[in-house]
């Protein structure tokens, strides 16, 4: 999403570094581009001005101007001026739950903002942390979406991993009521909390209507449902492609329903991202997940210190490290470095690493929250449908072929690729790949580098420094020392 403003301020910090000193006017003529690429990224004019101010008075300080290295120190102070901007520190991520349950959560936004869907994907993520959930279908302005609805919950259901349970409600025939009869969707949500309670939920949501654009019906339908239930949480639906446009349509939400967070959809698309820099200094209310893909566990919390990380091109390792331990204990990596150490991965293992991978997003997306490899892969055309091809290969091998690649011959890689529409090039190339990744892991093995793999885990507790190399970052040891060649050798020798 923030592809064009991270180049913008990459090119700042770039002028910046090449100075041994720095002046007021080298600050003034940054913090001018600074303002540019932010109104470029599509910000309010009057954020723009807010941030590029404040910015500037932390800059004019000696400790920047007499720093022998200002680009770093700008790169700071930019750093927390945008984490103040998105949230800072005071907005706790994730649902806020009460006890007793249930929690009630009430979903609203206007139509075509991925309100139905995110729905669904919030469900994934509370039956991720072995959370009781029902999805109540109380958008009867539009019958699809309680088919929708119903659809999600099963996927989420049947589909999504973690301990929780996910059940639905609806009152499919309240559709044909719907608009001819007042309160209709206002008692199908009051009906939805007491078979919630009746069931024993610890979380509802509530899907509700929305309307092409705001007006005095959606918003009374939803005060009443407000009235009627008393939700714990409102969150509001806003789609990133929007702009401003969803700026303002969460203010005046805000204004009528008093929000208690937002939850932007679409945050991988290319959209320039004004909307996530912008909403938190309009509305005053933090924005508490982004939605980063079409799969159903495509919904992330909200960290504006992760985000700022991302818009700076550091990357986003704590995020991505989270997001695989969402999908791989630390039994089965454990289990997994073992084989990987003996030589004993099979093509099974691989599979199954294959569809963790996807569960966790888009590879071009993982890629991105590597530090330094955002910028790289950026305008890279990187096709997910490749991994459909690698499990359609793998699938279409026996038991004891995925057990041992090197039975693999001529015949048995031309029936495979045949099986699986591809062909005896793309079967030897995955064959060689693994081959690959098998010595890799033996190689890791023996220079102690698996042990070290073992403390990924921990990533969560390092900061921005660690991280990024500086200091206080861990030294790798180990590593065995390039020999000096023997030409080299001979010309000491000589002298």
């Known amino acids: 999403m923030f592809g064009s403003l991270t180049d913008k301020f990459n090119d700042v910090f770039r002028t910046l570094s090449g100075r041994g000193r720095i002046s007021e006017s080298n600050v003034s003529e940054a913090m001018d581009e600074v303002r540019t690429a932010l109104l470029e990224a599509d910000v309010h004019h009057e954020v723009a001005e807010q941030f590029v101010e404040a910015a500037t008075e932390k800059a004019m300080g000696t400790e920047v101007l007499e720093s022998l290295k200002p680009g770093q120190q700008m790169i700071k102070i930019v750093h927390d001026e945008l984490i103040a901007l998105m949230g800072g520190d005071e907005d706790m991520p994730g649902v806020m739950e009460v006890t007793p349950g249930p929690t009630v959560i009430m979903m609203c936004g206007l139509q075509g903002s991925g309100k139905t869907t995110t729905c669904g994907k919030l469900a994934a993520y509370l039956k991720?942390?072995?959370?009781?959930?029902?999805?109540?279908?109380?958008?009867?302005?539009?019958?699809?979406?309680?088919?929708?609805?119903?659809?999600?919950?099963?996927?989420?259901?049947?589909?999504s991993s973690g301990g929780g349970t996910v059940h639905f409600y609806s009152e499919p025939d309240k559709v044909a009521e719907y608009g001819k009869a007042v309160g209709v969707a206002v008692k199908v949500a009051a009906n939805s909390l007491r078979a919630a309670r009746k069931a024993g939920c610890e979380v509802l949501i509530l899907d509700t209507a929305g309307r092409l654009h705001i007006n005095d019906d959606l918003m009374g339908e939803l005060?009443?449902?407000?009235?009627?239930?008393?939700?714990?949480?409102?969150?509001?639906?806003?789609?990133?492609?929007?702009?401003?446009?969803?700026?303002?349509?969460?203010?005046?939400?805000?204004?009528?329903?008093?929000?208690?967070?937002?939850?932007?959809?679409?945050?991988?698309?290319?959209?320039?991202?004004?909307?996530?820099?912008?909403?938190?200094?309009?509305?005053?209310?933090?924005?508490?997940?982004?939605?980063?893909?079409?799969?159903?566990?495509?919904?992330?919390?909200?960290?504006?210190?992760?985000?700022?990380?991302?818009?700076?091109?550091?990357?986003?390792?704590?995020?991505?490290?989270?997001?695989?331990?969402?999908?791989?204990?630390?039994?089965?990596a454990?289990?997994?470095?073992?084989?990987?150490?003996?030589?004993?991965?099979?093509?099974?293992?691989?599979?199954?690493?294959?569809?963790?991978?996807?569960?966790?997003?888009?590879?071009?997306?993982l890629l991105g929250m590597m530090p330094g490899i955002g910028q790289q892969v950026k305008d890279m055309d990187i096709d997910d449908s490749q991994i459909n091809q690698t499990e359609a290969i793998i699938h279409s091998m026996t038991a004891a072929e995925r057990k041992d690649v090197d039975i693999l011959d001529t015949a048995r890689r031309r029936r495979i690729a045949s099986g699986s529409g591809t062909s005896n090039s793309d079967v030897s190339q995955l064959v060689k790949g693994f081959g690959m990744v098998q010595q890799m892991g033996k190689q890791m093995s023996s220079m102690g580098m698996m042990q070290r793999m073992k403390t990924m885990s921990g990533l969560g507790q390092m900061d921005l420094a660690a991280l990024g190399g500086g200091k206080g970052a861990p030294k790798l040891t180990g590593v065995p020392k390039r020999p000096r060649s023997r030409f080299k050798q001979r010309k000491r020798r000589s002298r």
């Open 128 to 159: 991720q942390r072995d959370r009781s959930v029902m999805l109540c279908a109380a958008d009867l302005q539009r019958p699809a979406a309680v088919h929708q609805l119903e659809v999600l919950t099963k996927q989420v259901e049947t589909e």
């Open 223 to 332: 005060r009443k449902i407000n009235q009627a239930v008393q939700p714990h949480q409102i969150y509001l639906v806003i789609d990133a492609m929007t702009g401003q446009d969803a700026v303002n349509s969460a203010k005046t939400f805000n204004e009528q329903l008093e929000l208690d967070g937002i939850i932007i959809t679409k945050f991988d698309s290319d959209t320039r991202g004004g909307a996530a820099l912008t909403v938190k200094r309009v509305t005053g209310k933090p924005i508490k997940f982004i939605g980063t893909g079409e799969n159903l566990e495509a919904l992330e919390e909200f960290h504006p210190d992760r985000i700022a990380s991302r818009i700076l091109g550091m990357g986003d390792v704590v995020s991505l490290v989270e997001k695989a331990q969402q999908q791989v204990s630390e039994e089965e």
């Open 334 to 365: 454990l289990a997994l470095q073992e084989k990987m150490s003996a030589g004993k991965m099979t093509m099974d293992d691989f599979l199954k690493q294959l569809k963790s991978m996807r569960k966790m997003g888009s590879l071009k997306s």
